[in-house]
Every structure is written in structure tokens, then in C-alpha cells.
């Protein structure tokens, strides 16, 4: 084990973007969401490629595709709480839906990476 494979991995480059663009956003929030709001996205946010990058790690399989599902949640989470800023006005229709556009093609990368982890365990059970 000489090298961290994450970084080569399209979607979890794709996952540090959203958060670079999400932590930009933030700062648009009122003060008061601080411990609220922007502590619970910024934490959803940074598990996307976390997990990512710690499922690169494991060596089994089926870890790894636990930890792509765990992405996606947290994945579902960023989307979530994004709908609920742009709600409150913290974040603008556009803005809204230019991370939006960005959680969906990092949501089909993850389904096809799960995808591509469950067809090799299927060809190993053969």
C-alpha cells in the first residue's frame, strides 16, 4: 500500500468541488445559523468524499460499497439542508440549482461506482 487511490477517483474530485462551493455559500448565512444550519451541512458536505476516500481504503468489497452508500446519504443530507437554505432565503434560486445540477451527476458517479463494486462481488461469488 504505496498509494491513496481516492485521489485519482472522478466523483470524489467532483465531491471536494461541491464542497468548496457549499463552504462559499455558507457564508451568506446569518451568524445565528453558525452552530444550526451550517454546522450540520458543512459536517454532510465533507462526509461525501470522507466516505469516499475511506471506502477507497478497505479492502473488502463490501466495505467499500457500504462506504459509497454512506456518501449518498450524506449526499441526500447536503441536498436536504440546501432545500431548507434556499427556502429560508440563505441561498438564491440559482445558486440552489447549480448545486443541485452538481449533487445530481455526483449522485449517478456514486451509482455507478456502487454499481461497478457490485458487479466484481457478484463475479467473485461465481
Not at 44 to 54: C, H, K, L, R, T
Request: glycine share 4%.
Amino acid at each position: 500500500m504505496d498509494k491513496f487511490t481516492f485521489f485519482d477517483i472522478r466523483v470524489y474530485k467532483e465531491a471536494k468541488l461541491l464542497v468548496r462551493e457549499v463552504y462559499t455559500l455558507m457564508d451568506k448565512y446569518p451568524k445565528y445559523e453558525t452552530y444550526a444550519l451550517r454546522d450540520q451541512l458543512r459536517r454532510a458536505v465533507v462526509f461525501v468524499p470522507s466516505n469516499i476516500a475511506e471506502g477507497s481504503g478497505r479492502f473488502s468489497i463490501n466495505e467499500k460499497i457500504h462506504f459509497i452508500e454512506i456518501a449518498y446519504g450524506s449526499l441526500t443530507e447536503t441536498l436536504c439542508q440546501l432545500d431548507i437554505a434556499h427556502d429560508l432565503d440563505y441561498i438564491n434560486d440559482n445558486e440552489f440549482e447549480e448545486e443541485k445540477e452538481r449533487i445530481d451527476v455526483i449522485g449517478k458517479q456514486l451509482s455507478g461506482l456502487r454499481a461497478s463494486f457490485q458487479k466484481q462481488l457478484e463475479s467473485a461469488n461465481r
